[in-house]
Each structure stands twice: as C-alpha cells, then as structure tokens.
Nanobody
Framework: QVQLVESGGGSVQAGGSLRVSCVAS?????MSWFRQAPGKEREGVAV????????MYADSVKGRFTLSQDKAKNTLYLQMNSLKPEDTAMYYC??????????????????WGQGTQVTVSS
C-alpha cells in the first residue's frame, strides 16, 4: 500500500506560478501527476521514474511545468509556471510499482491521492 497526500493548490491569475506537493508513504517505480477539469477525463500531466529521476510531460505543459522529487522526504513537487486558465483542474498524485505500460493511462495506477485544486483566472 502507498498513501499519497497532495497539498499546495490554490488560486492564481494567468501567468502566475504555483507549486503542488505530494508526500508519499514510500516512493514507487514511477509516480505521476494527473489532472481533471470539470466534465473532462483525467489526464496525465507528468511522470518521474524515481530510480533514475527521468521525467516525461504532456505536450500541453512542456516548458511550463517541472516535476521533481526529494527522495529523503518521499515527496514529489510539481512546479507550475506561466499558468493558463485551461490549467484549472483538480491535480492528483498517483503511484505504481509495476514496470512498463503507458504512464498517462489512469488504469496503470493503483494508488491515488485525494487531489488538490488549482484555479487559474484570466
């Protein structure tokens, strides 16, 4: 079992920045951030493969969002810059132990946090 607790969401104007955090009871092979806007499907935002630290991002956030990890604290951070109104969503941390699969598929993840709301106003 893995417990995940997100924090750091809030409201910001377009062009601003926010950092959300995810504290895990332990790190897993890969850990991701997803988001879900009202009426839309949950989508993958970014993933880190914790062993080597490599990351991947959705095209919509490349160059604006940065995912990092602090292994000593079992914590993930998602630094979000140049925020846009379309970034408004509930942001979820997710974790999985198994290798392979497609990182942005929600079905790959058995462990989820409760989410933290990010609202970007124009």
């Amino acid at each position: 079992q893995v417990q995940l607790v997100e924090s750091g969401g809030g409201s910001v104007q377009a062009g601003g920045s926010l950092r959300v955090s995810c504290v895990a009871s332990r790190l897993t092979w890969s850990m991701s951030w997803f988001r879900q806007a009202p009426g839309k499907e949950r989508e993958g935002v970014a993933v880190v493969f914790t062993g080597g630290g490599s990351t991947m991002y959705a095209d919509s956030v490349k160059g604006r969002f940065t995912l990092s990890q602090d292994k000593a604290k079992n914590t993930l951070y998602l630094q979000m810059n140049s925020l846009k109104p379309e970034d408004t969503a509930m942001y979820y941390c997710a974790a999985r132990d198994h290798f392979g699969g497609v990182w942005y598929h929600t079905t790959e993840y058995p462990y989820w946090g409760q989410g933290t709301q990010v609202t970007v106003s124009s």
